[in-house]
């Protein structure tokens, strides 16, 4: 076996930097020696920040990131209740919001259904969401999620659990393109998929 050359504490890091999303060994190495020439106190700072996470807690009504009980949209009195929001994660929250465009209220799911991950309903707030349309009866529903397999299929899943919902059930406009996650795209092109957002083709519940 090889011995590192670098001392364990770098290792560790670069191995902790790694992890995360779309870092790979060569940035991980870069950031690492970035921080060692950082000032100590600027250290710490991120090191607590990192810690600080731990605190940061989810709305307990749509499960967005929040610093209190509810979320700054929840609290918000100004936002429409009349128009509720599905969406996989906070980041597409950030991703709609950015747009300014949309005044209704949204409920996380906190991901899709997805088998191979074992991800199924239970592990999303899909019960929480019916809760809230039956509390909130709000008129419109739109399912904002994303383009992708499983995306479709947690469209399908929802449109069959709402199925006795009187309001309207809509979908983003196409434009996103296939797989690609609101998160990435621009503004514009979210703003546009909301404006011109379509109602889903519904089977009559049965009498
Ligand atoms: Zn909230």
Redesign the pocket.
């Known amino acids: 076996m090889a011995i590192p050359l670098l001392p364990a504490s770098l290792r560790n890091l670069m191995r902790d930097l790694e992890r995360l999303p779309g870092v790979g060994p060569k940035s991980a190495q870069r950031m690492v020696f970035a921080l060692l020439r950082r000032p100590a106190e600027e250290l710490e700072r991120f090191a607590s920040d990192l810690l600080a996470l731990r605190a940061a807690k ?7 990131l ?1 610093e209190q009980e ?6 918000d009195q100004t936002r429409v209740s009349a128009i509720l929001c599905v969406v996989e994660t906070p980041l597409d929250v950030i991703a709609i919001e950015r747009t300014g465009e949309y005044r209704g ?2 409920h ?1 799911l906190g991901g899709v259904l997805s088998p191979l991950e074992h991800i199924g309903p239970e592990q999303l707030s899909i019960p929480q969401l019916l809760q809230r349309v039956k509390d909130e009866s709000p008129q419109e529903i739109i399912l904002a999620l994303n383009p992708s397999t499983e995306g479709e299929t947690t469209v399908l899943y929802l449109q069959d659990l709402l199925k006795e919902f009187s309001g309207t059930i809509t979908r983003l406009a196409r434009g996103l393109p296939t797989g690609a996650a609101l998160e990435f795209a621009d503004d514009l092109t979210i703003a546009r998929a909301i404006a011109e957002r379509r109602e889903v083709q519904r089977q009559p519940a049965a009498a």
Request: with cysteine.
């Open positions: 989810t709305c307990r009504t749509c499960g967005m929040a509810q979320c700054t949209i929840c609290r209220r949204y996380v």
